[in-house]
């Protein structure tokens, strides 16, 4: 099953509004969690690594002040994409290490529309 | 350029077809190599890691040439159930653990 869960898997919202994404980890911990974007036919682009208790560390060109990340425990990272606009329309997905040699772990990603 | 750079596909191919894949990377420090499965819309799925010394999976081998930056996985006896998209995945030389550098990814598409 499942060891890192993602909600939700699909949202449609207007134009200006906020949509928060979720990424739990089910049966184990994650001080780190990564987020990443794929506009079609493109790679997965790592966005910002969010960090257990500290302020995430965004990849260049991710504006933070418009995808806000929040990991305030052990087994939950938030992603909250602010005044969305059509051009945020993308799928988004996390990701967790797990284990002693850290194997990743996938969310099933949310597929974001903006109107 | 691209950290990763694939041939987008897409491969149209028949059942039993064996298809090769290339991906070249620029990071000559790099330290892992992955390569995942992504079906349409939905998360990527660890195929097989990737050595020097190459391996084997059942129907699929991957191959690493730390030389040329290359990395290669074969596809042999293709099954309609291979249909996807495959990503070349590297993680950097330094740096975030967990952190990996996906390629655009390579379309196959078996076709009976």
């Known amino acids: 099953g499942a060891v890192v869960s993602q909600h939700p898997s699909w949202v449609i919202c207007k134009s200006g509004t906020s949509v928060k994404i979720e990424c739990r980890s089910l049966d184990f911990q994650a001080t780190t969690m990564f987020w990443y974007r794929q506009f079609p036919k493109q790679s997965l682009m790592l966005m910002a690594t969010s960090n257990e208790g500290s302020k995430a560390t965004y990849e260049q060109g991710v504006e933070k002040d418009k995808f806000l990340i929040n990991h305030a425990s052990l087994t939950l990272s938030t992603l909250t994409v602010t005044s969305a606009h059509p051009e945020d329309s993308s799928f988004y997905i996390c990701?967790?290490?797990?284990?002693?040699?850290?194997?990743?772990?996938f969310g099933s990603g949310t597929q974001l529309s903006v109107l | 350029r691209k950290e990763v750079e694939q041939d987008p596909g897409p491969f149209n191919v028949p059942e039993g077809a064996t298809v090769a894949f290339n991906c070249t990377y620029s990071?000559?420090?790099?330290?892992?190599f992955f390569w995942y499965r992504q079906d349409c819309r939905k998360e990527p799925k660890l195929l097989m890691s990737?050595?020097?010394s190459g391996n084997e999976d059942g129907r699929f081998t991957a191959q690493l040439n730390r030389a040329s930056q290359y990395i290669s996985l074969l596809i042999r006896d293709s099954k309609l159930s291979d249909s996807a998209t495959y990503l070349c995945?590297?993680?950097?030389?330094?740096?975030?653990?967990?952190?990996?550098?996906f390629g655009q990814g390579t379309t196959l598409q078996v076709k009976p």
């Open positions: 990071n000559s420090a790099s330290q892992s």
């Open positions: 990701s967790a290490p797990r284990g002693t040699n850290e194997k990743l772990f």
């Open positions: 995945v590297v993680t950097p030389g330094s740096g975030n653990t967990g952190k990996l550098i």
């Open positions: 990737v050595y020097s």
